[in-house]
């Protein structure tokens, strides 16, 4: 079974700047999703920025960018320019992809980060 | 992107009662859409997966005598969950998966805060 693991309960920080968030996941598959999912106050899910496993790219999305390392199991999510709007939970999610064999679309969501900026 | 409408957005219900919390996709016929429970300053918990025209697939450990949930058109998902207790008092959301393939995102509802007294 897959695993994402965000290691960093919360983060902070300020107005303007930038901040990573971390996400690690554990899984055998070769062909995957990854997401980003923001869940501000008012808890509505919003899908930040999603990278196909097979694309050696870094996704980026207007101020959100991804360091996707697959050797590493690692994505995280880097937040420029950072604004108040910004704050919220975020989470990470894995999902398998259609040639990974028993594979299911139902996403693995990690446990959040919560983000709070600072004016 | 597809819009997911989830209703009530908060409820109130007496212990033992029943309440029931709906899923609409506005925008795009769902086959499957899946419900999650989110315990305060926690992850998603995936609760089901909901299919059109035919039984839901609960997760290990999740009551489907207590959470039941109907499928009936492409658009609609509801989840009642009968005979309610405190302990049941959480926030559910439903999403829903754009059909189309695997590339697609499932798309969320806004949530639906339930306190049972």
């Known amino acids: 079974a897959q695993t994402v693991t965000q290691s960093q309960p919360e983060m902070s920080v300020q107005e303007a700047e930038t901040v990573t968030l971390s996400c690690t996941y554990d899984?055998?598959?070769?062909?995957?999703?990854l997401f980003w999912y923001k869940q501000p106050p008012s808890r509505q899910m919003i899908l930040v920025i999603r990278?196909?496993?097979?694309?050696?790219q870094n996704a980026t999305e207007n101020r959100f960018s991804v360091n996707f390392q697959k050797a590493a199991k690692s994505f995280s999510l880097k937040i420029s320019d950072s604004q108040l709007g910004d704050a919220a939970m975020y989470f990470c999610?894995?999902?398998?992809?259609?040639?990974?064999?028993?594979?299911?679309?139902?996403?693995?969501f990690g446990r959040g980060t919560s983000l709070i900026v600072h004016p | 992107g597809a819009v997911v409408s989830q209703h009530p957005s908060r409820v109130i219900c007496k212990s033992g009662t029943s309440v029931k919390i709906e899923c609409r996709s506005l925008d795009f016929q769902a086959t499957t859409m899946f419900w999650y429970r989110q315990f305060p300053k926690k992850s998603l918990m995936l609760m089901a997966t909901?299919?059109?025209?035919?039984?839901?697939?609960?997760e290990q450990g999740v009551e489907k005598d207590k959470f039941l949930i109907n499928h009936a058109s492409l658009t609609l998902s509801t989840l009642t969950v009968t005979s309610a207790h405190p302990e049941d008092s959480s926030f559910y959301i439903c999403s829903a998966r754009v059909p189309g393939g695997w590339n697609t995102e499932a798309f969320f509802g806004q949530g639906t805060r339930l306190t049972v007294v």
């Open positions: 990278q196909e496993a097979y694309k050696q």
């Open positions: 909901s299919n059109e025209g035919s039984k839901a697939t609960y």
């Open positions: 899984t055998s598959e070769s062909d995957y999703y």
């Open positions: 999610a894995y999902r398998s992809g259609p040639h990974a064999s028993g594979g299911s679309y139902i996403p693995t």
